[in-house]
């Protein structure tokens, strides 16, 4: 078994790279693929109006309260409880629907950059804030042929984005803020990361796509994050290695050559040295 991934609008890159669906008819539209892991080539948010059940994200089940916001970063795995009766919203995008500029102004919002806290309960005033900008993202939509939808819709998200973060800083001790130009390009190069933690890529070659030296990635990574580049593409490649280990019956060989190792010997010996155990005992472990 290899997970699943699926993309939006792959085919067909003139269209729209933004998509509301009522979330109890996309489950029903979606059968029993929601139902098992799988991963997204662009964000995914996801808010679920009723509570009952559970919601996994990558290796953690998370219960569902009312108003549960789950924000899905591409690349991340998740999957619906197949007893859960969900009613809600789920919004596609990928990141260059947001683009403006030279920036990427989707980098600077860290709610789906935090794998230790991937949702929030929405409470009270921010409830009727959140409702009151997806109905007029839905109204847009419905104007696909008046001049400057597109930047509507694309500018309400952004703000809906923006009230989501503020609920994130308030529950987040480490939320990034944005004193200087280091916080922008250690996103900067987060986003590259995720895009080429396997292709065997060194610290050197980030540096260079971002245009700086080596010595100054260290120091943009230890400045916000007191990491090495070396410790943040490391987690990144074990995150990768739990997560087929977990998910997918793909033999220790063919994960390492998916991850980039020429030699599966040494990704066993990699692995065993960030995680104390052999991909095995691992595979093993969590059953």
């Not at 979606?30 to 059940?53: D, M, V």
């Not at 991340?76 to 969900?86: E, L, M, P, R, W």
């Not at 987060?190 to 292709?199: A, F, I, M, N, P």
Request: contains cysteine.
């Amino acid at each position: 078994m290899e997970i699943e991934q699926y993309h939006l609008h792959k085919e067909h890159p003139e269209k729209l790279q933004f998509e509301v669906y009522d979330l109890e008819q996309y489950l029903k539209n979606s059968g029993e693929h929601a139902l098992l892991p799988h991963t997204h080539s662009y964000y995914q948010i996801l808010w679920i109006f009723n509570e009952g059940g559970v919601h996994f994200v990558d290796f953690d089940a998370y219960e569902v309260k009312a108003n549960t916001i789950f924000f899905i970063s591409k690349n991340q795995i998740h999957y619906f409880d197949k007893n859960a009766t969900h009613k809600g919203i789920i919004i596609h995008f990928n990141e260059n629907f947001l683009m403006h500029s030279d920036v990427d102004i989707f980098l600077k919002y860290t709610v789906f950059n935090n794998q230790q806290r991937s949702f929030h309960v929405l409470k009270g005033e921010t409830i009727d804030l959140a409702h009151s900008y997806m109905n007029l993202i839905k109204m847009e939509l419905s104007n696909r042929d008046e001049f400057g939808y597109k930047h509507v819709i694309r500018n309400l998200l952004k703000s809906f984005l923006i009230v989501l973060e503020r609920l994130h800083c308030k529950t987040n001790q480490e939320s990034i803020k944005f004193y200087d130009s280091y916080e922008l390009q250690y996103l900067q190069f987060r986003d590259l990361l995720e895009t080429h933690y396997s292709e065997n890529y060194s610290v050197a070659n980030f540096a260079s796509k971002l245009n700086i030296s080596s010595k100054t990635l260290n120091t943009i990574t230890h400045s916000v994050v007191s990491k090495t580049p070396s410790e943040l593409i490391s987690e990144r490649i074990i995150l990768e290695a739990k997560r087929l280990l977990s998910f997918t019956d793909l033999k220790i060989n063919e994960i390492a050559y998916k991850l980039g190792f020429e030699d599966a010997s040494y990704f066993v010996k990699y692995f065993k040295r960030h995680v104390k155990k052999s991909p095995s005992e691992y595979r093993l472990i969590i059953g």
